[in-house]
């Protein structure tokens, strides 16, 4: 990387690896290598040997996360969140499992409305290698932070001013209802879609309103509301959740809803469901009574702000090459496993 090209000095380099290795640190080389980049964000591993004052050879790993201003629709404080967060006493919610990486220096740059947070890298198993035991896992803690934080609602909770609102699911299915094509198209003669997946969107579109109003019942919580499997860790038997610039007040589910939903192979939905909805359940009943509440209200979430989604990206695939006819397909195979979840049985 070119000095030029470099987000940090050699200054603050040595500085925050003090933070992070607890010694008093001469000099250090390093590499840079990006994780993850963006026109909004930019995620770079930076590792590399530092040089202790008693001359010990120190060999670091630390992730430098920058992250530039730009707008969310309807969360135009999202760039600056994991900041806000990472500089508050939020971290004092989680316990070794599950948790968010440590940080271990945070700064705002006004002048040109940019972050840096320095912060500890996560290596374990992620993404696709994560087992379904796994998940079920995941999908219990993540239960059980929210239950505990429902609860007992710390101090913390109410001194957070930058979270993202309750609204913001229903706000998202609304706008996923302004699409006329798709309303039509699932109405038309012309339409290819099975018809019973067909009859499933539109008797969603008649129910709307009661499917919200239960929605609208769930107990409120704070959310991840990125909760998916690049941000979820497995490693040394806990659990790490990771990129929080999301997280905000949302209803019970949610998260499970997109641990399920979200860039999961269509073949694992049905099983994922049956396996994440009650270890969710039963990791927020650990703290409160959620008897009343039936799990199904899971599946309705997935359906009303999946459905026009995948019906949508259905309609802009048409153009015949391989590419398009996989997503074509997994479109068609994600909207029977949601038909295939109604009257799931959890045995």
């Not at 080389?29 to 050879?57: E, H, P, Y």
């Not at 706000?171 to 699932?186: A, G, P």
């Not at 979820?232 to 949610?254: C, N, P, Q, S």
């Amino acid at each position: 990387m070119n000095s030029e090209d470099r987000p940090f000095t050699e200054e603050a380099l040595v500085n925050v690896l003090e933070k992070m290795l607890g010694a008093k640190i001469l000099r250090s080389n390093f590499q840079s290598a990006q994780l993850q980049g963006g026109t909004v964000g930019d995620v770079r591993l930076v590792s590399g040997i530092a040089d202790g004052l008693d001359g010990a050879k120190l060999p670091y790993k630390i992730v430098l996360k920058t992250q530039k201003k730009w707008n969310r629709p309807g969360d135009s404080d999202s760039w600056r969140r994991e900041y806000d967060l990472y500089t508050s006493d939020f971290g004092t919610v989680f316990t070794d499992s599950p948790r968010w990486p440590k940080c271990y220096h945070a700064e705002m740059n006004t002048a040109e409305n940019e972050t840096q947070l320095w912060m500890e890298y996560i290596d374990g198993v992620s993404g696709y290698d994560l087992t379904a035991d796994m998940l079920e896992r995941a999908a219990c803690e993540i239960g059980q932070l929210q239950g505990k934080l429902y609860a007992k609602q710390p101090d913390i909770l109410r001194k957070l001013t930058n979270l993202s609102k309750v609204e913001d699911l229903k706000n998202y299915y609304l706008f996923c209802r302004l699409w006329n094509e798709v309303y039509d198209y699932i109405r038309s003669d012309s339409c290819e879609i099975p018809w019973h997946l067909r009859e499933m969107l539109i008797e969603a579109d008649d129910k709307a309103d009661d499917i919200w109003n239960c929605i609208e019942k769930l107990p409120i919580v704070l959310c991840h509301r990125d909760f998916w499997v690049t941000n979820i860790f497995y490693r040394d038997d806990k659990l790490v959740f990771i990129d929080w610039d999301t997280a905000g007040w949302g209803y019970m589910g949610e998260d499970v809803k997109q641990l399920i939903s979200d860039e999961i192979d269509a073949a694992y939905m049905v099983e994922y469901y049956k396996i994440c909805v009650p270890a969710y359940f039963k990791g927020f009943s650990e703290y409160a009574d959620i008897s009343h509440i039936s799990m199904d209200c899971i599946r309705e979430m997935i359906l009303v702000c999946s459905g026009y989604s995948l019906v949508k990206a259905y309609i802009e695939t048409k153009s015949p090459n391989a590419k398009t006819e996989d997503q074509r397909k997994s479109a068609i195979e994600k909207l029977q496993k949601i038909y295939e979840l109604r009257n799931l049985n959890y045995d």
